[in-house]
């Protein structure tokens, strides 16, 4: 069975950065699609990233030029590494997988995409 475990999750000011890492196990995270979703209190879980092979990524508008995907395939874990955040960045922070290559944008941060997930790490901004 897949697995996937977020950590890096935590506190900072707004400005401040973090780096988000999901281990995988029992797949290969070179080969597929990966993500990264985030979910705040009474809203919808909402794609922020995602990645197709080692390199690149795509985003949505309101992470753009601040966030960066990537994956360490030797490592099989994908990062998140978030800059200049805002207060409106709190959230749970999810990893995403699946057996499959995203075909487009709307594909790749569409959460019905993906059929692994992990538990999620949080990320609380203050202003």
């Known amino acids: 069975q897949v697995q996937l475990v977020e950590s890096g999750g935590g506190s900072v000011q707004a400005g401040g950065s973090l780096r988000l890492s999901c281990a995988a196990s029992r797949y290969t995270i070179s080969d597929f699609c990966m993500a990264w979703f985030r979910q705040a209190p009474g809203k919808e879980r909402e794609g922020v990233a995602f990645?197709?092979?080692?390199?690149?990524?795509s985003y949505a508008d309101f992470v753009k030029g601040r966030f960066a995907i990537s994956k360490d395939n030797a490592k099989n874990t994908l990062y998140l590494q978030m800059n200049s955040l805002k207060p409106e960045d709190t959230a749970m922070y999810y990893c995403?997988?699946?057996?499959?290559?995203?075909?487009?944008?709307?594909?790749?941060?569409?959460?019905?995409?993906?059929?692994?997930w992990g538990q999620g790490t949080q990320v609380t901004v203050s202003s």
């Open positions: 990645i197709n092979s080692d390199v690149g990524g």
């Open positions: 995403a997988a699946d057996r499959l290559r995203c075909a487009n944008v709307a594909a790749g941060l569409s959460r019905f995409t993906y059929n692994y």
